[in-house]
């Protein structure tokens, strides 16, 4: 990071999430085997922001504790009185810090280290007040548009339930993630009503309120739509889950791993697999296990805490609990430690 700037991050995990039809919080639901919020602040952990806030509210005790061993504060929302309220809940924590505040939210498990530092660089280099990230939806229903000028620079976001027809037609749409001045930010915040649809304080009103000001107010167009989408429902969590697995699996074919449909091989974060393994279809393998070098995992099998040797061969639909198997062994197929 520059030092011409700091920066501070603000995650917002406060909601309950009513979509996601369930009793715990939404940040918590676990994609690729972690709690989503995790994901987030694993993806601004590489930017070494001066200070990470996470704004909490529903089951905060319990987000709290799942977060234990991340190096954040936190700051309460009491009440769920919008995502600008949400940002002012943090204010008291920053008080102390100037330069850029990124803020994002915390069911959006998908977004990459590399495009928030991207955005970040933008913004330092720029004269913008605020950068508003945005992306292209072929159907942008339930997103809040981007009202853009002729030099391309943003003059609104409009929520959906507020959008004329018109407006509606717009496909860029707010991804929901920001970089503004501190100082702007939190005095602005305190002058945005509640005069809309749902009664909220909104965080994109602050984009008016510069623009009436003149200061500029810029965009980040992110092309990957999906990597900045937020997790709202259990078949959006599934389609992140596959998101995250494939990049895992694409890194390990990349370090010499060969897999024979990759789409169906789930292997968690925290396993080892070295070159010339193959990965038959169906196969999952997850907690602290290791593959020696030129293995072959078959058909549907499944190794939890396992360690394989040297170019071992794990038969079809073997389930290896805690197994151990030394180099050059033959697992028949359909064998179980379990």
Do not use: W
Not at 50 to 75: C, M, N, W
Not at 88 to 93: D, G, N, V, Y
Not at 100 to 123: N, Q, W, Y
Not at 159 to 185: M, P
């Amino acid at each position: 990071m520059s030092d011409t700037q700091s920066l501070s991050v603000v995650i917002l995990a406060a909601g309950k999430g009513t979509r996601m039809k369930s009793d715990t919080a939404k940040v918590l639901h676990e994609v690729f085997y972690a709690p989503m919020v995790h994901h987030v602040l694993r993806a601004v952990g590489p930017l070494h922001p001066d200070k990470t806030v996470a704004v909490i509210g529903h089951q905060r005790h319990v987000v709290e504790k799942s977060l234990h061993s991340f190096p954040v504060e936190f700051a309460i929302q009491e009440e769920q009185l919008g995502t600008g309220h949400a940002v002012l809940c943090a204010e008291h924590l920053l008080a102390e810090n100037s330069g850029a505040v990124m803020i994002l939210c915390g069911d959006t498990p998908l977004i990459r280290s590399e495009t928030l530092a991207d955005m970040f660089h933008k913004h330092q280099s720029s004269q913008a007040v605020l950068t508003v990230m945005s992306t292209i939806l072929d159907d942008p229903t339930h997103y809040g548009r981007i009202i853009s000028d002729e030099n391309e620079c943003v003059r609104a976001i409009v929520e959906e339930k507020d959008a004329t027809s018109d407006q509606k037609q717009i496909q860029e749409i707010n991804a929901g993630i920001y970089c503004v001045d501190s100082k702007f930010l939190f005095n602005n915040l305190k002058k945005i009503g509640t005069d809309n649809s749902q009664g909220e304080v909104y965080l994109t009103d602050i984009v008016t309120l510069a623009v009436e000001e003149g200061l500029l107010v810029q965009k980040f167009v992110n092309s990957e739509a999906k990597d900045v989408l937020g997790v709202n429902s259990r078949y959006e969590l599934s389609q992140a889950h596959h998101e995250l697995q494939l990049r895992r699996n694409k890194e390990l074919m990349a370090a010499g791993v060969s897999m024979i449909s990759p789409g169906t091989i789930q292997i968690a974060p925290t396993v080892s697999i070295n070159q010339d393994v193959t990965l038959h279809p169906g196969v999952e393998i997850t907690g602290n296990s290791h593959i020696g070098k030129g293995s072959t995992i078959g058909n549907g099998a499944i190794l939890h805490n396992s360690s394989i040797g040297k170019n071992v061969t794990v038969g079809a639909y073997s389930c290896l609990v805690d197994g151990n198997a030394p180099a050059n062994a033959i697992i028949l197929p359909h064998s179980h430690t379990c």
